[in-house]
């Protein structure tokens, strides 16, 4: 690679890119004017909130005692409420004609229950709408008098006051909170003079007194609240920042047939794609550093006039610290975005197209980003190798202060981002070496002309396409029929139809019916080829081999990401479901081969088979996998079944049957089921366990140290052995193909010497 090409790719593109108005207008001239008017209209907003009169209407206002008096001159009483509250709250008296509906409420009250109380909630809607009020405030029956315990029966009356707001309407909803602080306060006052007059101790009835103080100071509460902001804007304007260069350097380039002359240059297809992604990463980090700059600057400005006005909202200018970490991070994370923006621009054959490429990115990018907002969200070993989450977390701690949680996890978090961008710049490479992807067909794209194409273009394997499309059925028919079916099974018998239908309608059924319909021969599109023995025999042993790395590898995820509470009260039950079996027969069937013979004919069947059709079969093996995993609803069995998804794919991939992947298959889920089912007297009794089992904490049963290591080996070498052993094969069949012309060759030399 000459970097002096990459270069002067670099200076060209952006010097196209600095005179396109739209990409100007969206990096540097929107965060300037953005955030400034934002912070005007929430400081717009504050004052409504805390500035906007209310009208409150009192029915009984005589009701109510002398001393402790809640309204005095016809406003709330000063006691009660602060200046600035009792000059908000316009107090509206009961009229005459208030006793009727007074009455009628009471009566509500007395019996909720009563024929056609829905009609009095209504009616009250209307009285409150026709009076224009935000709270009506009831006081039913008389509250005089603080002494309310009646000496003869040792009983105290207890007197109400309703209030009533309508939770559809801000203002409605803002009295009701003012309101309430003003009863609170009241209500506190009221209960001491009633204790004080019936010589009741204050004491006796508060108990222990109760302090509840912050000790958090004000620059930590602004950096725990920025934390969580800037971290989202920053990832959010960069992905942004960069997909909008990225169409215009693809797929405007194509619009306006520049793009053919750039391909044809001395430049390597390689030099042109960095070149571009250098500048899509330019655009990227300047949108994301001026929107940065912007909201500090907003915050320096406005938000401490929000803060100033709005009591508890302890909001400050971010830390300088915060914008040096996220400035840092903000290099490999534009470098993501932006290669993953560039590799799906090249897709798209105009800017119109290009824009739709958008929202796929959006919603997965979204849920990543959001995933560190949550407040449970924290930053472990789990969430640390999360793309784009465990930046964003790790980010949240750097910010908040918190250096020595944040540099245990340094090292995954960003091992995890180089590898995706490494990944994602390795896509924009190849993108840029595919004619298919930069130069696709002209026809326009519609799901009816997707399907009737698959439908005429039969062949005997699946298309990708075909492929694709069953892993979709796939997983959109287990997400609803895994509703259907309804709660946890009661009995062996339900749990075993159960998954048996489950199997049957979301797995089976989309693999056997698109194999019969979409390819012209259904047995070689599902790789139900014969193998020899040896092969079969090798497949079971490797799967014996591999059992103790898989059951260690599972209990790495279970500490990497833990079971909660309500999925270990399922595996208790689960437990007592499987121990009401007929035998183990019936739970190695249900749980072992079953599932290992339809789930091996869609997915290294079917699917693989037409995945193999992107002419790399670790690319196919990989997406299978994928998709393998994500049919399994539990996140931890995902990963775990992700894993073993790219054994079976080697050995279908290499054997070109489904023999031995069911065989593997079955013979992996039967040691599982056979472990977990493993007690003290099995142990015992046999020599061979006794050495490669042994039983931690005297609660169940796992492979030893030795065993996991000399099996791992073992199951290693068996895979290198599957990897190569058909490429032996297709060598020897090559050269002997080749000797002959060679021999020709040779002759028709000596001839003519």
Same mark, same amino acid.
């Given at each position: 690679?000459?970097?002096?090409?990459?270069?002067?790719?670099?200076?060209?593109?952006?010097?196209? %890119? *600095?005179?396109? #108005?739209?990409?100007?207008?969206? /990096?540097?001239?929107?965060?300037? !004017?953005?955030? =400034?008017? $934002?912070?005007?209209?929430?400081?717009?907003?504050?004052?409504?909130?805390?500035?906007?009169?209310?009208?409150?209407?009192?029915?009984?206002?005589?009701?109510?005692?002398?001393?402790?008096?809640?309204?005095?001159?016809?406003?709330?009483?000063?006691?009660?409420?602060?200046?600035?509250?009792?000059?908000?709250?316009?107090?509206?008296?009961?009229?005459?004609?208030?006793?009727?509906?007074?009455?009628?409420?009471?009566?509500?009250?007395?019996?909720?229950?009563?024929?056609?109380?829905?009609?009095?909630?209504?009616?009250?809607?209307? %009285? *409150?709408?026709? #009076?224009?009020?935000?709270?009506? /405030?009831?006081?039913?029956?008389? !509250?005089?008098? =603080?002494? $309310?315990?009646?000496?003869?029966?040792?009983?105290?009356?207890?007197?109400?006051?309703?209030?009533?707001?309508?939770?559809?309407?801000?203002?409605?909803?803002?009295?009701?909170?003012?309101?309430?602080?003003?009863?609170?306060?009241?209500?506190?006052?009221?209960?001491?003079?009633?204790?004080?007059?019936?010589?009741?101790?204050?004491?006796?009835?508060?108990?222990?007194?109760?302090?509840?103080?912050?000790?958090?100071?004000?620059?930590?509460?602004?950096?725990?609240?920025?934390?969580?902001?800037?971290?989202?804007?920053?990832?959010?304007?960069?992905?942004?920042?960069?997909?909008?260069?990225?169409?215009?350097?693809?797929?405007?380039?194509?619009?306006?047939?520049?793009?053919?002359?750039?391909?044809?240059?001395?430049?390597?297809?390689?030099?042109?794609?960095?070149?571009?992604?250098?500048?899509?990463?330019?655009?990227?980090?300047?949108?994301?550093?001026?929107?940065?700059?912007?909201?500090?600057?907003?915050?320096?400005?406005?938000?401490?006039?929000?803060?100033?006005?709005?009591?508890?909202?302890?909001?400050?200018?971010?830390?300088?610290?915060?914008?040096?970490?996220?400035?840092?991070?903000?290099?490999?994370?534009?470098?993501?975005?932006?290669?993953?923006?560039?590799?799906?621009?090249?897709?798209?054959?105009?800017?119109?197209?290009?824009?739709?490429?958008?929202?796929?990115?959006?919603?997965?990018?979204?849920?990543?980003?959001?995933?560190?907002?949550?407040?449970?969200?924290?930053?472990?070993?789990?969430?640390?190798?999360?793309?784009?989450?465990?930046?964003?977390?790790?980010?949240?701690?750097?910010?908040?202060?918190?250096?020595?949680?944040?540099?245990?996890?340094?090292?995954?978090?960003?091992?995890?981002?180089?590898?995706?961008?490494?990944?994602?710049?390795?896509?924009?490479?190849?993108?840029?070496?595919?004619?298919?992807?930069?130069?696709?067909?002209?026809?326009?794209?519609?799901?009816?002309?997707?399907?009737?194409?698959?439908?005429?273009?039969?062949?005997?394997?699946?298309?990708?396409?075909?492929?694709?499309?069953?892993?979709?059925?796939?997983?959109?028919?287990?997400?609803?029929?895994?509703?259907?079916?309804?709660?946890?099974?009661?009995?062996?018998?339900?749990?075993?139809?159960?998954?048996?239908?489950?199997?049957?309608?979301?797995?089976?059924?989309?693999?056997?019916?698109?194999?019969?319909?979409?390819?012209?021969?259904?047995?070689?599109?599902?790789?139900?080829?014969?193998?020899?023995?040896?092969?079969?025999?090798?497949?079971?042993?490797?799967?014996?081999?591999?059992?103790?790395?898989?059951?260690?590898?599972?209990?790495?995820?279970?500490?990497?990401?833990?079971?909660?509470?309500?999925?270990?009260?399922?595996?208790?039950?689960?437990?007592?479901?499987?121990?009401?079996?007929?035998?183990?027969?019936?739970?190695?069937?249900?749980?072992?081969?079953?599932?290992?013979?339809?789930?091996?004919?869609?997915?290294?069947?079917?699917?693989?088979?037409?995945?193999?059709?992107?002419?790399?079969?670790?690319?196919?093996?990989?997406?299978?996998?994928?998709?393998?995993?994500?049919?399994?609803?539990?996140?931890?069995?995902?990963?775990?079944?992700?894993?073993?998804?790219?054994?079976?794919?080697?050995?279908?991939?290499?054997?070109?049957?489904?023999?031995?992947?069911?065989?593997?298959?079955?013979?992996?889920?039967?040691?599982?089921?056979?472990?977990?089912?493993?007690?003290?007297?099995?142990?015992?009794?046999?020599?061979?366990?006794?050495?490669?089992?042994?039983?931690?904490?005297?609660?169940?049963?796992?492979?030893?140290?030795?065993?996991?290591?000399?099996?791992?080996?073992?199951?290693?070498?068996?895979?290198?052995?599957?990897?190569?052993?058909?490429?032996?094969?297709?060598?020897?069949?090559?050269?002997?193909?080749?000797?002959?012309?060679?021999?020709?060759?040779?002759?028709?030399?000596?001839?003519?010497?």
């Amino acid at each position: 690679m000459k970097w002096s090409n990459v270069k002067l790719i670099f200076s060209r593109e952006m010097r196209d %890119q *600095m005179r396109d #108005r739209r990409t100007l207008f969206t /990096v540097a001239v929107l965060p300037i !004017i953005l955030y =400034p008017l $934002m912070g005007m209209a929430m400081l717009q907003v504050s004052q409504f909130m805390r500035e906007h009169p209310t009208d409150i209407w009192i029915v009984g206002a005589e009701n109510l005692p002398e001393s402790p008096a809640l309204v005095v001159n016809g406003k709330v009483n000063a006691n009660f409420a602060n200046a600035k509250d009792q000059k908000l709250m316009h107090l509206i008296a009961s009229q005459e004609d208030d006793r009727e509906f007074k009455s009628l409420i009471e009566k509500f009250k007395q019996d909720p229950d009563a024929h056609g109380s829905h009609l009095i909630d209504q009616l009250l809607e209307e %009285q *409150m709408a026709s #009076r224009n009020v935000d709270l009506a /405030v009831v006081i039913p029956s008389n !509250i005089d008098s =603080p002494r $309310m315990i009646d000496a003869e029966s040792g009983t105290a009356a207890q007197p109400k006051i309703y209030i009533f707001h309508n939770s559809s309407k801000d203002k409605s909803k803002i009295a009701a909170l003012r309101f309430s602080d003003v009863i609170a306060a009241w209500q506190r006052t009221f209960v001491g003079a009633v204790l004080h007059e019936n010589n009741v101790p204050q004491m006796l009835i508060r108990g222990v007194a109760v302090t509840n103080s912050d000790v958090a100071d004000k620059a930590g509460v602004s950096a725990a609240m920025w934390s969580k902001i800037l971290p989202f804007i920053v990832m959010i304007w960069s992905l942004t920042g960069a997909f909008y260069p990225a169409i215009d350097l693809c797929a405007g380039e194509k619009e306006r047939g520049t793009f053919e002359t750039l391909l044809s240059s001395p430049a390597k297809r390689s030099e042109i794609a960095i070149g571009k992604l250098m500048t899509v990463i330019s655009f990227s980090m300047a949108t994301a550093l001026l929107n940065l700059m912007s909201m500090a600057f907003t915050g320096l400005f406005v938000y401490s006039r929000l803060t100033g006005g709005m009591e508890g909202l302890a909001m400050g200018p971010p830390p300088i610290t915060a914008i040096l970490w996220l400035v840092i991070a903000l290099i490999p994370i534009s470098a993501l975005f932006s290669a993953v923006a560039l590799a799906a621009a090249a897709f798209a054959r105009s800017s119109k197209e290009g824009q739709y490429y958008l929202v796929p990115l959006m919603m997965i990018s979204m849920p990543l980003m959001m995933i560190p907002m949550l407040p449970a969200a924290k930053l472990d070993l789990g969430t640390s190798l999360i793309p784009v989450s465990g930046l964003m977390l790790l980010l949240r701690g750097l910010i908040e202060g918190q250096y020595e949680q944040s540099l245990q996890f340094f090292a995954p978090v960003c091992g995890v981002t180089l590898l995706c961008c490494w990944l994602s710049i390795r896509w924009v490479i190849h993108q840029f070496n595919s004619e298919t992807v930069l130069f696709p067909a002209s026809e326009r794209f519609g799901i009816g002309a997707w399907v009737k194409q698959i439908a005429s273009q039969r062949s005997d394997l699946p298309s990708v396409g075909s492929a694709l499309l069953c892993c979709i059925m796939i997983l959109v028919l287990s997400f609803f029929v895994s509703f259907s079916l309804g709660g946890v099974p009661d009995s062996f018998l339900s749990f075993s139809k159960m998954t048996i239908t489950q199997l049957l309608i979301t797995v089976l059924v989309p693999a056997l019916f698109m194999a019969l319909m979409l390819s012209n021969n259904p047995r070689k599109s599902l790789r139900l080829n014969t193998c020899s023995v040896p092969i079969a025999c090798a497949a079971v042993i490797m799967a014996i081999c591999f059992h103790p790395l898989f059951m260690a590898f599972r209990e790495f995820v279970m500490i990497v990401y833990p079971m909660t509470a309500d999925m270990s009260g399922f595996e208790t039950a689960f437990e007592n479901i499987l121990a009401g079996a007929p035998g183990i027969w019936a739970i190695l069937l249900v749980m072992a081969i079953l599932p290992a013979i339809i789930e091996e004919l869609a997915f290294r069947g079917f699917i693989l088979s037409g995945l193999e059709s992107l002419k790399n079969k670790w690319q196919a093996i990989a997406i299978a996998s994928l998709f393998f995993g994500l049919s399994h609803s539990i996140i931890q069995q995902s990963i775990i079944t992700g894993v073993v998804g790219v054994i079976l794919g080697i050995v279908a991939v290499q054997t070109r049957s489904i023999i031995p992947c069911i065989l593997f298959h079955a013979t992996h889920n039967s040691l599982t089921v056979l472990l977990s089912q493993t007690q003290s007297h099995h142990v015992d009794g046999s020599p061979f366990l006794s050495r490669i089992l042994h039983s931690p904490e005297s609660v169940g049963y796992e492979y030893s140290i030795v065993a996991t290591v000399v099996m791992g080996t073992l199951a290693i070498s068996l895979l290198v052995w599957f990897i190569k052993f058909p490429a032996v094969e297709t060598a020897k069949k090559s050269e002997g193909h080749h000797a002959p012309p060679d021999l020709e060759t040779l002759g028709h030399k000596t001839a003519k010497a």
